[in-house]
């Protein structure tokens, strides 16, 4: 479990899984573990970044923290409070404190919609404002992001992808939450909008004292903007380190490998490509032991027995899940080294 003070968010052994249903009475045969025993806790104003290849869990995760998907298993404390437990009819107070970012910022608009009637619609489904002051908070929101109030009456389709992903932003943060969860904001920009919608994110996070769960697959981007990182695969949380720490000395061998496809400016430092071998394995009918010893070249006869859990082995609070994180540091160290 990765513990840290000042607790905001405290997600506990949580467990997502997805009944396989076949025959004609639809019995259940048995379950794709998308996420199986993840926990980990945020400080209030810092920005965790959760990692891993397409469908190792994570969005899972931020749909499953915001209750929309079911959980199967586990624990989530808001301020203390379990989610989980908290009746549908009162959501509400918990919709105001957490938002989400989604991934397509044409997709998750609705395009029949004004920009004014997508931003304001958290403000008249929770009635905090008449609909004259609603229109002013619209229009300061969308200042504040970087859109101008003259486009108020617009529609999605009058936008690009970048002004798009601001409505997005201005939508979550209407409600003035302290945690929002963003699900990949930038994976579908250009290069030259990601960095401003980070830039942005990283702003308003002052502004506001928010708190980040930023889920990506992109390093080079959780390195931007992350105070702490976890990395996942297959639907566990391998390892977790702050940001400089996790970057500068990656310990479990999947970390290195995304570690080393991270495009590097100066081609004459690239450092050596790790080249995983095999397949991921099917959240379905998942491996035993560790989930990554089939691919791992570091593997022995316990790794397929034994579920090595996150344990300190560096620093105090760098965890990882992995028997042999010295060897596999020191030979992470000499493929880094030029040829």
Known sequence: MVEVSNKLVEVKDLKTWFPIRTGLLRR??????AVDGVSFSMEAGKTLGLVGESGCGKTTVGRTLIRLIPHTAGTFLFEGRDVFAIPPKQMKPFRRQVQMMFQDPFGSL??????EDIIGEPLQVHRIVSARQRRDRVADMMEKVGLSSQHLNR?????????????????????????????????????????????????????????YLFIAHDLAVVEHISDFVAVMYLG?????????????????PYTQALLSAIPVPVPARQ???????????????????????????????RCAQQVQTLESKDTPGHLAACWKTE?????????????
């Not at 609705?110 to 920009?115: F, I, K, L, S």
């Not at 201005?170 to 994976?187: H, N, Q």
């Not at 010893?293 to 570091?298: D, W, Y």
């Not at 060897?327 to 040829?339: F, I």
């Open 28 to 33: 259940t045969v048995g379950h794709v573990k």
């Open 110 to 115: 609705n395009p029949r919609m004004t920009v």
């Open 155 to 211: 529609y999605p389709h009058e936008f690009s992808g970048g002004q798009r992903q601001r409505i997005g932003i201005a939508r979550a943060l209407i409600l003035e939450p302290k945690f929002l969860i963003c699900d990949e904001p930038v994976s579908a920009l250009d290069v030259s909008i990601q960095s401003q919608i980070i830039n942005l994110l990283q702003d308003l996070q002052k502004q506001m004292n928010l708190t």
């Open 236 to 252: 566990r949380i391998v390892e977790y380190a702050d940001r400089d720490s996790i970057y500068a000395h990656p310990l479990h």
């Open 271 to 301: 450092t050596h490509r790790i080249v995983l071998l095999g397949e991921v394995p099917s959240p379905a009918n998942p491996p035993s032991g560790c989930p990554f010893h089939p691919r791992c070249p570091l593997a022995e006869g």
């Open 327 to 339: 060897e596999s540091r020191r030979r992470y160290l000499q493929r880094s080294k030029k040829d």
